[in-house]
């Protein structure tokens, strides 16, 4: 039986906003022998502690290419420097509720979400008072579980979840990883793009021996890819060659409009559709759409 969209559970609102908290009640259920099963999202987290590799592009034009393709997403801001809140063009300084009062226990899902231009897509909003959670949380029983709780409540309205981690391996990833079904591990086509990968996928196996046993890796993800530069093709050959099944056959090229288009606080398909980058989230969102059975089966 084919589990229902999560679009269905409740109605999007038109225009960038705080949204009602979503009715759960009429999300269907399905049997299968004696279980009764709640369909529940992919939840992807988008991970490497590495600086300005391309998570949260990939993170804003992921989500907004599976909201283009009527997938209901919810991304997750979990990165102080709230790049991905501005890059869809909400305004961080004048947020009074994010991802912060969520964690803390001061906010519920519904008073955290914000809808944006794309009406399948809904953001968790952060800005730099997220740094105190490390802090704050640090000696809290179950540190690790506190996003996996947060959003269990909401998880099954969402087709996706997607979640930008911050560029270190500090509390925020750790709980990215707990709360995640997969981690999408973008890369960087440049020099010590490899380097520090095996401490990521170090803390990786760690979560799923300790918090999530289900953690799978979605994949590897080249970015910034230059066809004319050798550098870019000696990247490729390297990962392929130590990753042979992890890459993601997606790559996304590097884009000039990619990186104009945040100024603008649009996803790259709103700034320009006809940009190949685009056309490569897209067919990224395509290829992750794909490999649901795939997951499901890992
Ligand atoms: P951080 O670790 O600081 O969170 P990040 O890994 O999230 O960084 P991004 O912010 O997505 O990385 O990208 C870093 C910079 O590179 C940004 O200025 C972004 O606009 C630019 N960029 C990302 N991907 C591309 C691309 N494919 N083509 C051109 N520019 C890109
Ligand atoms: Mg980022």
Redesign the pocket.
């Known amino acids: 039986m084919t589990p229902p969209s999560a679009s269905q559970a409740h109605s999007l609102p038109e225009q960038a906003g705080f949204i009602q908290p979503p009715d759960l009640s009429d999300t269907e259920t399905f049997s299968l022998s004696t279980h009764t099963v709640i369909f529940m999202s992919r939840i992807i987290c988008?991970a490497?502690?590495?600086?300005?590799?391309?998570?949260?592009?990939?993170?804003?034009n992921l989500s907004a290419s599976l909201a283009a393709a009527e997938k209901s997403v919810l991304l997750i801001d979990c990165?102080p420097?709230g790049?991905?809140t501005s890059?869809l063009g909400i305004p961080k300084e004048k947020l009074q509720r994010h991802l912060y009062h969520l964690l803390i226990g001061q906010a519920d899902p519904a008073e955290v979400t914000v809808s944006t231009r794309l009406p399948h897509l809904h953001l968790i909003p952060s800005q730099s008072d997220l740094i105190g959670v490390e802090v704050e949380l640090i000696s809290a029983p179950s540190r690790e579980t506190f996003l996996k709780t947060k959003i269990s409540t909401i998880a099954s309205s969402y087709d996706y979840i997607l979640i930008?981690?911050?560029?270190s391996l500090g509390l925020l990833t750790i709980n990215a990883l707990t709360a995640a079904n997969s981690v999408l591990i973008?890369i960087?086509c440049e020099y010590y793009a490899l380097e520090g990968l095996s401490n990521l996928l170090r803390t990786i196996k760690t979560v799923k021996q300790r918090y999530n046993s289900f953690l799978t890796i979605e994949g590897i993800l080249m970015?910034?890819?230059d066809a004319r530069n050798n550098l870019s093709h000696q990247i490729l050959q390297e990962v392929d060659s130590h990753f042979p099944k992890d890459r993601l056959q997606t790559i996304?090229?590097?884009?000039?409009?990619?990186?104009?288009?945040?100024s603008h606080g649009l996803p790259v398909l709103l700034y320009d559709i006809n940009s190949t980058?685009a056309r490569?989230y897209l067919m990224l969102a395509r290829e992750i759409m794909g490999n649901g059975t795939h997951h499901a089966q890992k």
Do not use: H, W, Y
């Open positions: 988008i490497n502690q590495k600086g300005g590799v391309g998570k949260t592009t990939t993170a804003v990165d420097q790049n991905a890059g930008d981690c911050p560029p973008p960087q970015t910034m890819f996304i090229p590097r884009n000039v409009r990619l990186s104009e288009s945040p980058g490569s």
